[in-house]
């Protein structure tokens, strides 16, 4: 292929995937999942609408509350102790919902990295010391069953635009759990209790972002955190695509 200079530094499968895909969408143009305009999995006019999650906030569980505390009045009733705080890029509102159904459901495992954009661009917003990014995993049959973990994928592209390293090792669901759609604030606490098992040689001392598609409870996260404190870790923070108002 004469004619096609690739830059230097970056390793040639990463290349080769660039031309790849270069040649692929110009063949055969993506379409936006959500309005169906040709020319991005995500265009410009969809992006542009999604809700930002903007203050006031609980300031421990990012959830939008009416004026600036400390403590929600849901973080009152069922305390996420294990986390030092929780935040997200967007509200789980709009076409949100639709774009992360579409992410984790319908096989458009490449809109991580749009929607992976949107929370490199609130992130100057809500940084928190992080030594390491770790996405909440699904447990082996059922990412077998999906073909991958959405979180993973948030994770690992979020963490490529703000420079953190993203370990996909490090945290395992050791129990395959009902879904949580459905359930109450305790039922799914409950549910999630002992899903987790953290690699104490990977976190042990280490300030760690959990990474997930949404937060609506905070149980999913409070679990994953637990077992990285249970293994050492030093902090655990949340980072989520959306916030469930």
Not at 152 to 181: E, K, Y
Request: proline share 7%; hydrophobic share 40%; net charge positive.
């Amino acid at each position: 292929m004469t004619g096609i200079n690739l830059p230097s530094g970056i390793p040639w499968q990463a290349r080769l995937k660039d031309l790849t895909d270069t040649v692929l969408n110009f063949v055969f143009p993506p379409v936006c999942v959500n309005c169906k305009k040709p020319g991005a999995l995500l265009c410009a006019d969809c992006l542009a609408g999604v809700p930002w999650l903007e203050r006031p906030i609980c300031s421990h569980c990012g959830r939008v509350v009416n004026r600036p505390m400390a403590r929600c009045p849901g973080c009152l009733r069922h305390p996420l102790r294990s986390i030092e705080q929780v935040r997200a890029a967007v509200l789980f509102a709009g076409d949100v919902p639709d774009m992360i159904h579409q992410l984790k459901y319908n096989g458009h495992f490449a809109l991580a990295e749009p929607l992976g954009d949107l929370m490199a661009t609130a992130w100057p917003r809500w940084e928190m010391p992080t030594d390491m990014i770790v996405g909440v995993p699904l447990h082996p049959d059922r990412q077998k069953k999906r073909g991958y973990n959405q979180s993973d994928l948030l994770a690992a592209h979020f963490g490529r635009r703000v420079g953190l390293s993203a370990d996909r090792r490090a945290l395992q669901r050791v129990r395959n759990t009902p879904p949580q759609v459905g359930l109450n604030a305790a039922d799914r606490q409950t549910n999630m209790t002992n899903a987790f098992f953290a690699e104490r040689d990977k976190v042990a001392g280490k300030d760690i972002l959990l990474v997930d598609d949404v937060c609506t409870t905070g149980s999913t996260l409070q679990a994953a955190a637990q077992a990285l404190l249970d293994a050492g870790a030093r902090r655990v923070s949340g980072y989520c695509l959306a916030r469930a108002m």
